[in-house]
């Protein structure tokens, strides 16, 4: 499933238009991540926790020459699932 199914399935479910779902749909993926930019968390009960952490870094190799490269450190975007979400994939 990809943005537009998702949009398309919302708009049915709803009653909104598509493009107004496109506007809530692109509105809550800034939403998140302007929350993650600053590192705060985002809950959304039953569903889950996006989050982020950092990650330090590592000494790699080239898979084509075998040659030792540096990776440097970042910052991760993460996604916790949520029991409810949990349980209803699992049934």
Same mark, same amino acid.
Not at 2 to 22: C, F, G, P, R, W
Not at 47 to 67: C, D, I, L, M, Q
């Given at each position: 499933?990809?943005?537009?199914?998702?949009?398309?399935?919302?708009?049915?479910?709803?009653?909104?238009? =598509?493009?107004?779902?496109?506007e809530?749909?692109?509105?809550?993926?800034?939403?998140?991540?302007?929350a993650?930019?600053?590192?705060?968390?985002?809950?959304?009960?039953?569903?889950?926790?996006?989050?982020?952490? =950092?990650?330090?870094?590592?000494?790699?190799?080239?898979?084509?020459?075998?040659?030792?490269?540096?990776?440097?450190?970042?910052?991760?975007?993460?996604f =916790?699932?949520?029991?409810?979400?949990?349980?209803?994939?699992?049934?």
């Amino acid at each position: 499933m990809n943005k537009n199914d998702i949009i398309n399935a919302i708009a049915e479910a709803t009653d909104l238009s =598509k493009a107004k779902t496109a506007e809530v749909v692109d509105a809550f993926i800034n939403v998140v991540t302007k929350a993650l930019k600053k590192k705060e968390e985002v809950k959304l009960i039953g569903f889950g926790t996006f989050s982020v952490s =950092k990650r330090k870094a590592t000494k790699g190799h080239n898979p084509r020459t075998g040659e030792e490269i540096k990776i440097p450190a970042s910052v991760q975007p993460k996604f =916790k699932a949520g029991k409810t979400l949990k349980d209803a994939v699992n049934k």
